[in-house]
């Protein structure tokens, strides 16, 4: 019942890892798999190898966590055994890659053997990263055109929250060739430790990640779907059966779950049956809550 499509890659369910979270090692994305995710998503990997921002680097808040990594990652030139462990575990492998310029993620892209690629351009704290780029709808689309042209695999375009209008940089990556695209990464939040007044996180400001976000996913998913051609993948905050099906009906075709998995590595095995059920018991299949709040 909850078995689909998407990009051409098959899914025994909707429900995917999110990049950043268990993602560094073949081993941990393969664990990921074993414990029923539908598909996985490594780690942000880039040209060279990059140590991140200084410690701390994630802190938990009333409403979820902020993170302030600074995508650090061995280099595309020491990953590909990691891909190929992960790939034992018999789902899809989603590379997600960055760079700060289109030539350098064609150059990634173009060396790694994934199932399909998620190019991050919205990484909310690596200077010259990211949303630096990911906030220009032009450069979103040529990053994504570059890519296109590089590789056959099925390319999915991770967009940024930290804008004024989404459908703008949306509309660019399918522009650009994208094959889906990814909404939302985090949301740029800052806490302070009022015993000093010190900015807690090394790099000062992060990314807040956790249930405090999902309605603004949400919004963003339901605004995309709404101008998009492509599909939608929804990701932000999603922690039980009860998120993911919300995500689906705003128009998202699969989902992402990441800081969840934190706190329970059998997140995945915990939704998928939930989902069955209510789904049964309204005699709806994917297809008929797929977009559903649109239909209002």
Known sequence: MLSLTLTGLKLENPLMLAAGIMGTTGGSLKRIAECGAGAVVTKSIGLEPKSGH????MVEVDCGFLNAMGLPNPSYKNFQDEIDTARKGSVPVIASIFGG??????EIAKALDADAFELNVSCPHAHGYGTDIGTDPELVEDITHAVKKAISAPVWVKLTPNVTDIKSTGLAAQRGGADAVVAINTV?????????????????????????????????????????DIPVIGVGGISDWRDAVEFIMAGARAVQIGSAVGENINIFQDISPCMEAFMAEKQWTLD????MAHEV
């Open 101 to 106: 310029f289109a030539d350098e993620f064609s």
């Open 54 to 57: 200084s410690n701390p680097s």
């Open 188 to 228: 740029r939040g800052m806490a302070i430790d009022i015993e000093t007044g010190c900015p807690i996180l090394g790099n000062r400001f992060g990314g807040l990640s956790g249930r405090a976000i999902k309605p603004v996913a949400i919004k963003c998913v339901f605004d995309l779907y709404e101008v998009l």
């Open 288 to 291: 008929d809550i797929y977009g």
